[in-house]
Structures are given as structure tokens and as C-alpha cells.
């Protein structure tokens, strides 16, 4: 097997066992939380500002750890991510134990974030960067149907305990951790002599280092605001989208699973399919095409209630509905890390740039929580989604400053762009992706 084949299969494999453990836990926590904890929509809101607070920080861990691959620091990463699901699973004795496991999961998750889009880009050849990355979140979403489809058929079935479905997400990242250990990236300087490799190498070794430094950029300027409204409508929908249906409709864990299931079923299709569309379309129109069916999803959460014409919850299937496309439009994700590929002044730049951005998107995750909480105990749980589509519009005015041009054959653009200016501004790149 050639070594880009070698890198592809091992990465895909790591995507695959994340993925249920992503099932597991995702399509549980929120459950968890109020079956366990017995929490209220002000106090699930606090909570994720030390559950987000490790994202904060990723920028600077990224950096503190840029003596290793990248390779060997997604496997760390996941590591402490499967020891805070196992903490979990096993040493939860309270509230404030809790907080502790959540947070060590956190710190692993948000680390894997930014390297696995720099790895997604590194074993992709140039012009397939975006149908490799759609790939990818393809096979991850299959998986994550397995991982939801066992807590669905286990918790309805066979009662199994929140112990049992944390303690096996933990065990299947350990194998995903493994995955990225037994990567191995090569240089351009290497020798490249296997014919099957048709990949970009990009360092010696086991991965691409991205050097121990922060990258601030005004030249990315749209993407560190793109990455910021991200963090907010993010936030919105990953805590209040599951509690409407919890704590509004009263819908158990095998519910939610469900709905992950039906989701991610969704998603092998149309996830690879948005990776052959962003290279076709471009990230301007794709972005702006998210924003837009965002506010759609928003009003939908709004106009529900818990009336029954004819004897049918036409809010509870509405709920439902907004939260499948809202879990589909996460994988919009693949066009901003290819915007900033684009755009990037050195390959070197794409990690640290990426860590940055979860950075920044994670300061405004950490109150968007609180005070949409405060909002649904203030006024109701509708008006938390009024807000998130104030931030979808804003979103769609930013994404429609991007420009980026096809100018095969030439160097300018993101080549020869300066990083100066406003940092808000339009950038004209080649549509060619960093060598």
C-alpha cells in the first residue's frame, strides 16, 4: 500500500471511530444532564462556559505543543479526550467531579478540531481538497450512526446506563488515537519515489509541525470573523436546539438518538456531496447559502409551540426538523477551513490559523450559553432563537464579502497578497490551494 493510501485509510479509520464515539456522547449528554442533574435551561447555559472555556485556550496549547506532528498531537488530543469520557463514565461523584471530566474532554476535543482539518488538507491532492474533507465527514457521519444507533436501541430496549455508553465513546477514541500515532506525512524533500502517491507531503516524519507560534493575520481577518459568528450560532443550537425538545416537548435520550440517526443517515450523502459543491460553487456562495437556510431553521424553532391541530404536535415535528438540517449545515465547516487554504500565505500558517479561529469563536461561545439562558427564564425560549437569527444575517453579511476568483495559471492573489489592511476586508485569491 503506497503511503498516501496508508495515510488516507488510517485517517479515515481515526474519523470513523470518533464518529461513534461522537454518537454515543453527543446524542446523550443533554439527557444525561437533566436526567442525572436535574438541571434548568439557566443552568445548562452556565455550564457551557467551563465546558467552552478549554477552546479558548487552543490557540496557545496549539502553539506550547508545535514541537510535535501534528499527526502525534491529534493523537494526544484524543487521548484526553477518551480519558475525560472515562472519567465520566466511571469517577463522576457529583456536580463539581463533573466539571472536572467535562472540561479534560473539552481540552481534547477542541484540540482535535484544527488538526484534523489540517490533516484532512495535508493527504488530499490540491484539487480535491474539498471532496476529500467532504469524504471524510461522510464516513465520520456513518459512524456516528452506529454510535447513536446503540444508545437508541440500547436505552429503549435494554436500559442501558449512561456508565456503559460513556465508558465504550471512550473506548472507541482510544482506537482513534492509535490511528493518527501510526500516521506517517512525509516531506516534499522526501523521497517520493512511491508511484501510488498522489497526496501532498508535507513535513518529515509523522506529520506537518506547525511550529511553536500564534498566527493573527489581518489578511484573515474574514475568516477570524466568520469563526466568531460560528462560535455564536453554534452555541445557540448545540445547547437550547436539544433542550427545546427535552425540556419543551419532554422527548427522552432514544428521541434524540433518533434524531441523530436520522441526521447523520442524511449526512453521508450530503456531506460528501457540500465538499464537491465547494470546490464547484466556491465558499462565498456556499457560506451565504448556510446563513440563509440558518434564519429558516431559526424562525422554525420560533413559530412551534406545543398546540395539537387534530390531535397532531405539529411543534414537536417542527422542532425535530429544524434540528436535522441545523445538525447538516454544521458540515459548512469543510468551506471555511478551503476559504482559508486558499487564501493562506504558507502551508505552515493553516494549523495555527485554524486554532485561532476556534479560539475566537470559543470567547464568544462561553457567554452565549449564559445569556441565552438567562434570556429563555427571562422571557422564553423562542426569543434565544429571534436572537440566533440576528446572528444567521450577520453571518450572511460577511460571508458576502469573500471573493475568490479562478485565475488557473497565475500567481497572484493569495500568493502575493499583503498582510495588511482592514481586517475586515474582501480578499481576490488564485483558486489554487496552498502547495
Not at 479526550?81 to 481540552?107: D, H, N, R
Not at 476535543?109 to 484532512?120: R, V
Not at 429544524?322 to 459548512?332: G, K, R, S
Not at 452565549?368 to 429563555?376: E, F, H, I, K, Q
Request: charged residues 15%; positive net charge; aromatic residues 12%.
Amino acid at each position: 500500500m503506497s503511503n498516501a493510501r496508508r495515510n488516507w485509510v488510517l485517517f479515515l479509520s481515526a474519523g470513523v471511530f470518533l464518529g461513534i464515539t461522537s454518537g454515543m456522547y453527543d446524542s446523550t449528554f443533554n439527557n444525561y444532564l437533566s436526567d442525572v442533574f436535574s438541571m434548568s435551561a439557566s443552568t445548562r447555559g452556565w455550564l457551557e462556559f467551563p465546558r467552552e472555556f478549554p477552546g479558548v485556550s487552543i490557540a496557545l496549547v496549539s502553539m506550547l505543543l508545535g514541537f510535535l506532528p501534528e499527526t502525534r498531537m491529534a493523537a494526544l488530543a484524543v487521548a484526553v479526550w477518551a480519558l475525560g469520557l472515562a472519567g465520566l463514565a466511571f469517577f463522576t461523584s457529583g456536580f463539581s467531579v463533573l466539571v472536572v471530566w467535562m472540561m479534560l474532554w473539552s481540552l481534547g476535543t477542541h484540540l482535535y478540531l484544527p488538526l484534523s482539518q489540517a490533516i484532512g488538507v495535508s493527504v488530499a491532492e490540491h484539487d480535491r481538497v474539498g471532496k476529500r474533507l467532504g469524504d471524510f465527514a461522510g464516513a465520520n457521519t456513518a459512524a456516528i450512526i452506529a454510535g447513536a444507533g446503540f444508545v437508541m436501541v440500547g436505552s429503549r430496549f435494554f436500559g442501558v446506563s449512561y456508565q456503559v455508553i460513556f465508558g465504550l465513546a471512550a473506548f472507541f477514541a482510544v482506537f482513534a488515537a492509535l490511528a493518527f500515532f501510526l500516521m506517517r506525512i512525509r516531506s516534499a524533500r522526501s523521497d517520493a519515489s512511491d508511484a501510488g502517491d498522489t497526496g501532498p507531503s508535507l513535513a518529515p516524519g509523522p506529520g506537518l509541525r506547525s511550529g511553536k507560534r500564534l498566527v493573527l493575520k489581518r489578511k484573515y481577518g474574514l475568516f477570524y470573523a466568520l469563526s466568531v459568528l460560528y462560535g455564536a450560532r453554534k452555541q445557540v443550537f448545540l445547547t437550547f436546539g436539544p433542550w427545546v425538545l427535552i425540556k419543551v416537548f419532554e422527548q427522552p435520550a432514544s428521541t434524540i438518538a433518533l434524531l441523530w440517526i436520522i441526521s447523520s443517515a442524511l449526512g453521508i450523502a450530503f456531506k460528501p456531496m457540500l465538499g464537491r459543491l465547494v470546490d464547484a460553487l466556491g465558499e462565498r456562495k456556499i457560506l451565504m447559502a448556510e446563513a440563509m437556510a440558518l434564519v429558516l431553521v431559526c424562525l422554525g424553532y420560533c413559530t412551534g409551540g406545543t398546540a395539537r391541530p387534530l390531535g397532531i404536535n405539529i411543534g414537536l415535528y417542527l422542532a425535530c426538523a429544524c434540528f436535522v438540517v441545523d445538525q447538516l449545515l454544521v458540515a459548512v465547516g469543510i468551506a471555511r477551513t478551503t476559504y482559508l487554504n486558499k487564501i493562506a500565505d504558507t502551508p505552515a500558517d493553516l494549523t495555527p490559523t485554524l486554532a485561532m479561529g476556534i479560539s475566537m469563536d470559543h470567547v464568544v461561545s462561553m457567554s452565549v450559553p449564559t445569556l441565552g439562558g438567562l434570556l429563555w427564564q427571562a422571557a422564553g425560549y423562542r426569543y434565544v432563537f429571534f436572537a440566533a437569527a440576528c446572528v444567521a444575517l450577520m453571518n450572511l453579511f460577511i460571508a458576502s464579502k469573500i471573493r475568490i476568483h479562478e485565475e488557473i495559471g497565475t500567481h497572484e492573489g493569495a500568493e502575493s497578497g499583503s498582510p495588511g489592511g482592514y481586517l475586515l476586508v474582501s480578499h481576490t485569491t488564485t483558486n489554487k490551494p496552498v502547495p
